[in-house]
């Protein structure tokens, strides 16, 4: 999950705008051409138009389709199919046209595929069965109505719950060509990693190992490159370098294809059907602060494709789609930053007129359910959590961030934690890898973590002073009480949960959110189609992955463990099966 994040080189001749927004306001951004920079302002108001309802408005983040002459464009295209984005979504979909026989396009902003989330999470699969364990799919589909308020679709949910089995299949005999095996985990322990013994936690996560028999070309490839490489054998390939401008729309309303900004001027593909599968908008600061104002008053970490800048989302908007009403973000509690660091846009990058986040990389042991406090040295929440419900809270805390404190225990309390999802890679290196506590060391060296021989040189080394060093002191005093109980008469704290803190040496760390992508987007039906603001659906135009909303809403229910990006290859596929006629 630790994945360094370079803002330059995704893009080519481009400056994308990334981080989340200023705790204190919002900057100023032109929307309508990624190679624009975000030009700060200082003490904006926002209107209600930037924040109004977004079905039938148009929200300042929005803007309007830009006018595009054709005399402006210098090639024009024809295809079947085109699909608009190179990610995980992506390269299912163009995988799937080429088994399918379809004639197909698949068009990049970059100029290499998007980064793969190796796993994902798939339902009932095989592996699964052959455990003994199984996933009650109607329990499942409620669990999540609940988690998202009611806010999302349950028929949509049913695609992903219904046929993430065979996407699973179709996917593992690829991987296995490559020399790849499959790695489930359905290791759940007897609690639920920190967040709670009564949540529901489905079986459901798979990824791939290279088998010692892999070829040393594949070894090091991940899933999208594995897609390029089958694609380039059968004669296809990705076409890079294509920024989408627009959608193309007939006077019914119907999309019939797309316009793109390229390094030779504007290019249009005229296409029977397109998909989007862009990403969301977590480096489009504007539509972070008009769409989800709480994520920069706790963001502390940028760990999102640069690339995600929402223009999927806005030209299904200028042509006509439903945005989901609401907004949600994959956010982890693992921004670790140095003390003194807060939430929100550093000052310098304002200054500079690209807003970022001042830090790129995530903390594993940042969502291991270690005792945690604001920077007025008090706990205020239960650490047994979700993992955007720290950050989130912490966004009514002082400065937006908070301190994680552990001692030199940090090995026996993370095995006995047993994170589940990708939280249990603090316990697979740590212990099952036998890192011990040298695993904190490049942590440590660049500043993020402090470690300390005395809880008052801790306390010192985290910036705290006079009433706030008293209470850091008085709050690890009482929770080592609640320990001794093994009783969280404070919070309600699971007792497995609970550690001690008196071993030498002491750690501690500044903690925020870390933002992977939004997951809130178009509004699509069960076969993935984009719906207009009546509901209707919008012939020719369809969405998969985090541009394509309707299941997501709030947040992230973190034990669907991958769920986010299970359900973006079950929709590419699942689309593109439909535009073949190959399911009804």
Not at 73 to 96: Q, S
């Amino acid at each position: 999950m630790n994945q360094d994040i370079s803002r330059r080189n995704f893009l080519s001749g481009a400056v994308v705008a990334t981080g989340a927004a200023l705790v204190s306001g919002v900057v100023g951004c032109a929307p309508a051409n990624s190679s624009e920079k975000v030009t700060p302002e200082s003490d904006v108001t926002q209107s209600a138009e930037s924040t109004a309802a977004l079905i039938g408005s148009a929200p300042a983040w929005l803007g309007a389709a830009p006018e595009i002459p054709d005399s402006d464009i210098v090639e024009t295209r024809e295809t079947e199919l085109l699909i608009v984005g190179a990610g995980n979504a992506g390269m299912v979909a163009a995988a799937t046209a080429q088994d399918l026989g379809l004639d197909f396009i698949i068009a990049e902003k970059s100029g290499a595929v998007g980064p793969t989330r190796n796993w994902y999470g798939a339902v009932n699969v095989t592996e699964c069965i052959e455990a003994g364990q199984s996933v009650d799919t109607i329990k499942l589909n409620n669990v999540l109505r609940q988690a998202f308020c009611g806010k999302n679709d349950m028929r949509v949910v049913k695609t992903w719950l219904n046929e993430s089995a065979e996407v699973h299949d179709w996917i593992k005999a690829i991987m296995d060509e490559h020399g790849y095996d499959v790695n489930f985990d359905g290791d759940q322990g007897e609690g639920r990693g920190g967040v709670g013994l009564d949540m529901y936690v489905p079986p459901i996560q798979v990824n791939y190992v290279a088998r010692d028999d892999c070829p040393e070309e594949y070894a090091k490839m991940a899933r999208n490159q594995i897609l390029e490489d089958v694609l380039m054998k059968a004669g296809n390939s990705v076409t890079y370098n294509f920024d989408l401008a627009k959608l193309i729309t007939d006077d019914a309303g119907a999309v019939t294809g797309a316009i793109f900004e390229t390094p030779d001027g504007y290019v249009q593909v005229n296409a029977q059907n397109v998909m989007l599968a862009t990403g969301g908008y977590a480096a489009n600061p504007q539509m972070i602060e008009g769409i989800n104002p709480i994520l920069p008053r706790c963001l502390t970490a940028a760990v999102f494709n640069p690339t995600n800048t929402g223009m999927g989302i806005k030209a299904g908007m200028w042509a006509g789609a439903m945005k989901d009403p609401g907004a949600a973000a994959f956010v982890f509690d693992r921004g670790a930053v140095t003390p003194g660091t807060k939430a929100g846009y550093t000052k310098e990058s304002i200054e500079a007129g690209e807003p970022m986040l001042p830090g790129n990389r995530q903390f594993n042991p940042g969502t291991q359910p270690f005792l945690k406090m604001n920077l007025h040295g008090e706990r205020f929440t239960n650490e047994s959590a979700n993992y955007d419900w720290l950050p989130y809270a912490a966004a009514s805390q002082p400065g937006g961030v908070y301190l994680e404190v552990w001692d030199a225990n940090f090995p026996e309390d993370v095995k006995r934690f047993h994170g589940l999802g990708c939280s249990s890679q603090t316990n697979l290196f740590v212990n099952v890898m036998g890192q011990g506590m040298s695993y904190l060391d490049s942590w440590i060296e660049n500043g993020a973590v402090i470690k300390a021989d005395t809880l008052e040189e801790l306390a010192d080394k985290l910036m705290l002073e006079g009433e706030y060093k008293e209470n850091f002191l008085a709050t690890i005093e009482r929770y080592n009480e609640l320990y001794d109980k093994q009783v969280d008469e404070d919070f309600g704290k699971e007792p497995y949960t609970l550690s001690e803190i008196r071993t030498a040496p002491f750690y501690g760390v500044t903690l925020g959110g870390a933002l992977l992508d939004t997951s809130d987007g178009l509004r699509i039906n069960a076969n993935g189609q984009v719906l207009n603001v009546d509901g209707d659906v919008i012939p020719g135009l369809y969405a998969a992955g985090n541009c394509a909303g309707s299941i997501f809403a709030d947040g992230y229910y973190n034990l669907t463990h991958g769920m986010a990006c299970g359900r973006a290859v079950t929709f590419a596929r699942h689309e593109v099966r439909y535009i073949a006629g190959d399911i009804a």
